[in-house]
């Protein structure tokens, strides 16, 4: 390949979402949206890659049930390279479920993600050179823990990771020192270090234990209060910009592919990725979609649009 390029590895999912019209109420029917649109966090953050004029290959399993081929032919149709994705005979491809209340946050989810077990080490192996051939490799923790751990200790460009949630942070511990980019949230920050985020000199401390661990650069999101990063050279605080919610629900996706895009562009300055990352997710927040319809030309008019107001 002569173009420069981004590998994903990590999971694609058929989402189904409900999106109510008023307030919950639990136990009962409630009126508002439902939709399907093919999701996952690895497929989410190639997609905005894709969408930011980054040449992104998605490196996945899906099956080859009606599902499956729903999502190769939308990979295709958004510019996701799925050269080194495979179909899995007779598997069931990867779902998720989710719920929002009246605001567009999620309530709660349900994924059905086993396929996600057949990205292997011996899976990858023969598409090593591809990845390592990368600007950078972006990995997402549905992966395998062994899956995981092999990229840590094979992969020679620049990993960046996105924990995922909760239940699945635990997954990277043993590679955060081969770790160049960490995107947790403020949770997912808490569990990685130990340590209790109440304030911003706590997450200044949970950013700097991941550094010492580590990790070269570590963005701690911050949901409203916007988001924190640090290197070994400097500290950001960034506040959000304000926007009109209609989905939360694809902003952290955006974000990390946001900070990735930086990468990729050659943009090393903190504070400015930082900006670039919450113009993304303010898009993000004012679209029904759980990836927005972003360009490179809607984040810098957001960008100044927001410089100008501050």
Not at 68 to 87: F, P, Q, S
Not at 172 to 180: A, E
Not at 223 to 229: K, N, T
């Amino acid at each position: 390949m002569e173009q420069s390029y981004v590998v994903v590895v990590g999971g694609i999912n058929m989402d189904m979402f409900g999106m109510p019209d008023e307030r919950v109420i639990p136990r009962d029917s409630n009126i508002g949206q439902i939709g399907l649109a093919v999701g996952g966090v690895g497929q989410n953050i190639a997609q905005n890659l894709a969408h930011l004029d980054v040449p992104t290959y998605l490196i996945t399993v899906y099956g080859d049930d009606m599902n499956g081929t729903v999502m190769r032919n939308e990979c295709h149709k958004n510019n996701i390279h799925l050269d080194y994705a495979a179909e899995v005979p007779g598997a069931r491809s990867s779902s998720y479920m989710y719920i929002t209340d009246e605001t567009g946050d999620m309530l709660v989810g349900i994924n059905d993600m086993n396929i996600c077990e057949k990205i292997t080490p011996e899976f990858l192996s023969s598409r090593l050179d591809v990845m390592n051939g990368a600007e950078l490799v972006m990995v997402d923790a549905n992966l395998p823990t062994e899956t995981i751990e092999w990229l840590g200790s094979h992969l020679t460009v620049p990993i960046f990771v996105d924990p995922v949630s909760l239940a699945k942070a635990p997954k990277i511990k043993k590679i955060l020192p081969m770790i160049d980019t960490l995107k947790p949230n403020r949770l997912e920050a808490e569990l990685l270090t130990g340590i209790s985020i109440k304030d911003n000199v706590d997450v200044e401390v949970a950013a700097e234990k991941l550094i010492n661990m580590g990790v070269k650069s570590v963005f701690i999101s911050l949901g409203a209060d916007g988001i924190m990063a640090m290197n070994r050279e400097m500290t950001v605080h960034e506040p959000t910009m304000t926007t009109t919610i209609v989905n939360a629900n694809g902003a952290g996706d955006c974000s990390t592919a946001t900070i990735a895009w930086c990468r990729y562009q050659g943009i090393t300055d903190l504070q400015e990725i930082c900006r670039y990352t919450q113009a993304a997710a303010s898009i993000a927040l004012e679209s029904e979609k759980s990836v927005p319809d972003i360009t490179p030309a809607q984040v810098m008019a957001k960008l100044n649009r927001n410089l100008v107001l501050s």
